[in-house]
T-cell receptor
């Protein structure tokens, strides 16, 4: 297993466009998390899945954001009608079904909205 | 709500100096505590963890002890190297998902 993979690594989009990011977790991990990180800040939680069920969403996650994890494997995060404030690094992480194990993070997708 | 407060950076040290990065937390229950490290151009990596009071996590010469009485989880290393230059994040889980501090940037100069 090659760890958590995220695609693309970088995305530049025009304001108002929709973007979609993909995350492939470690195959035996049934929990998957999305975080957002801006410059000089720690990662901020967005949402997480246990298998295919979305168990929690942060109030940071506006109506323009949606995440899915069909079949409990890979996950997608879509941002509709992007705004300049959406520019950030979007991080995906996975873990087994016990948080004490710690998370394995991907390298992230850097989004720039121009 | 749950939160983590880390000392402000950046921290600049000479090689072989002693390192302490302070971390305190607020939690409603009995959290697990973690330190993550982010090297330049790389993703977050788990450095060490402690799951209950008085536990000591250790890895790569770094240590942190879970102090419930002071709600702290300070990161220490006896002798830093240039390769330790990175951003360090303290985090808690009570029980999930992880809540991170803002990070402390460490620069070690030869």
């Amino acid at each position: 297993d090659t760890g958590v993979s995220q695609d693309p690594r970088h995305k530049i989009t025009k304001r108002g466009q929709n973007v979609t990011f993909r995350c492939d977790p470690i195959s035996e991990h049934n929990r998957l998390y999305w975080y957002r990180q801006t410059l000089g800040q720690g990662p901020e939680f967005l949402t997480y899945f246990q298998n295919e069920a979305q168990l929690e969403k942060s109030r940071l996650l506006s109506d323009r954001f949606s995440a899915e994890r069909p079949k409990g494997s890979f996950s997608t995060l879509e941002i509709q009608r992007t705004e300049q404030g959406d520019s950030a690094m979007y991080l995906c992480a996975s873990s087994p079904n016990t948080v004490n194990y710690g998370y394995t993070f991907g390298s992230g997708t850097r989004l720039t909205v121009v | 709500g749950n939160s983590v407060t880390q000392m402000e950076g950046p921290v600049t040290l000479s090689e072989e100096a002693f390192l302490t990065i302070n971390c305190t937390y607020t939690a409603t229950g009995y959290p697990s505590l973690f330190w993550y490290v982010q090297y330049p151009g790389e993703g977050l990596q788990l450095l060490l963890k402690a799951t209950k009071a008085d536990d000591k996590g250790s890895n790569k010469g770094f240590e942190a002890t879970y102090r419930k009485e002071t709600t702290s989880f300070h990161l220490e290393k006896g002798s830093v190297q240039v390769s330790d230059s990175a951003v360090y994040f303290c985090a808690l889980s009570d029980p999930s998902p992880l809540v991170f501090g803002k990070g402390t940037r460490l620069s070690v100069i030869a």
